[in-house]
């Protein structure tokens, strides 16, 4: 079965817009609004199925805004379960501004999550049949940071792949741990990780000592303009970034995972998945706001990027 399951603890309803210009204290008036389903793992199911894969995505979500997050994505098709909590669901929201070109993001830290409420995912990990499992994002508040590291070993014991896209102690703390087949740090992330800034040197080796430790089969390290790099106990491949004309950085990393775990999933080399990861990248960068990657656009960024 190749269902793909991904698990968003600490999801969002993405709401962008854009002004010509933001100015503090008057009200700013904003055009062309939209809304978004959004989370880690939200956004890599949603371009699991743009590509033609199929994805679930379990997701805890809570009050009006939690139905709402729950309409948008059924909206897009993919298949999604809400696991309820009290919280509210938080709303994240984006301005870009016409006359600058910048960017503006308001993120909020979200609900609190009880140990009861996070149950259900770790049931849903253990039963499900799917061949790879992917949480991703932030921890919510009062979140032990070994959660990850529990569905790492849940999946492990019925024979799934882990993949792993979070940040501060849910990323360290699961990979001082445990044991995944894939984690994907940004790399902001990684440097933390470490607790050092790195050179393109440095990065090679931060990956490989992940690898060599035991702590990920793969590591795939993505560096924006510098493209990325996956490092396996067969070595280091570097891939370079794919020139775009760049709208928004919002969603790429989440493409990239997507289009990569997707690629995996259909039987793709590692250094095949990885460059698709790099071009699905690039189409997110494509479009505005919280717009992810379109399948056209990873397919034809792709082909490109090998013709050369």
Known sequence: MKRILTITLNPAVDVSSETEAVRPTRKVRTTDTRFDPGG???????????????????????????SLLARLLQKEGVLGHL????????????????????????????????????????????????????????????????????????????G????????????GTTLKHSRVFLVKPSLGELEQFVGHKLDEMGVRQAASDIVAGGAAELVAVTMGADGALLASAQGVLRVPAIPVRARSTVGAGDSFLGAM????????????????????????????????????????????????
């Not at 880690?40 to 009050?63: D, K, W």
């Open 40 to 66: 880690g793992g939200i956004n890599v199911a949603r371009v699991i199925t743009a590509l033609g894969g199929e994805a679930e995505a379990y997701f805890l979500a809570g009050g009006e805004t939690g």
């Open 160 to 171: 799934a792949k882990f993949v792993l896209d979070s940040s501060g102690t849910g990323l």
């Open 83 to 158: 696991v309820p909590i009290r919280g509210d669901t938080r709303i994240s929201f984006m301005v870009r501004e016409r006359s600058t070109g910048l960017e503006y993001r308001f993120v909020p830290e979200g609900p609190s999550v009880r140990p009861g409420e996070l149950k259900p995912c770790l049931d849903i990990i253990a039963s499900h049949t799917g061949q790879y499992v992917i949480a991703s994002g932030s921890l919510p508040k009062n979140t032990a940071s070994d959660i990850y590291g529990r569905m790492a070993k849940l999946a492990a014991a019925r």
């Open 261 to 308: 775990i997707w690629a995996l999933s259909e039987g793709k080399a590692p250094g095949e998945a990885l460059r698709l990861g790099v071009a699905a990248g690039a189409a997110a960068i494509m479009r505005p706001g919280f717009q992810l990657c379109r399948q056209k656009d990873v397919f034809d960024l792709s082909a490109a990027a090998l013709s050369k």
